[in-house]
Nanobody
Framework: QVQLVESGGGLVQAGGSLRLSCAAS????????MGWFRQAPGKEREFVAA????????DYADPVKGRFTISRDNARNTVYLQMNSLKPEDTAVYYC?????????????????WGQGTQVTVSS
């Protein structure tokens, strides 16, 4: 069982930055690939970024490439999402998720454990 708790969301103006954090429980954090997803009102949950167990491999959705950076600190059982040059269309609830194994997979259905989400609102 893995418990995930996100933090760092908030209200920011377009062009600004936020850093989301996701703290994980358990002693096997380094055995999990981690992902960030987001869900805007009336829309399906969508992939944002993912990282493998070591941090050597990452993947990003096209709308966030070049603006967002995913990273992890296995010593702190934490994964981060640095979000720069934020746009109003980035407004959503952001969720972190984990999946057992090393593969980086950009699909909601492939993740086993989810956090409660943190709201990000970007004003124009």
């Amino acid at each position: 069982q893995v418990q995930l708790v996100e933090s760092g969301g908030g209200l920011v103006q377009a062009g600004g930055s936020l850093r989301l954090s996701c703290a994980a429980s358990g002693r096997t954090f380094s055995s999990y690939a981690m992902g960030w997803f987001r869900q805007a009102p009336g829309k399906e949950r969508e992939f944002v970024a993912a990282i493998n167990w070591s941090g050597a491999f990452t993947d990003y959705a096209d709308p966030v490439k070049g603006r967002f950076t995913i990273s992890r600190d296995n010593a702190r059982n934490t994964v981060y999402l640095q979000m720069n040059s934020l746009k109003p269309e980035d407004t959503a609830v952001y969720y972190c998720a984990s999946r057992w194994g090393s593969r980086v997979i950009p699909r909601v259905s492939q993740y086993d454990y989810w956090g409660q989400g943190t709201q990000v609102t970007v004003s124009s």
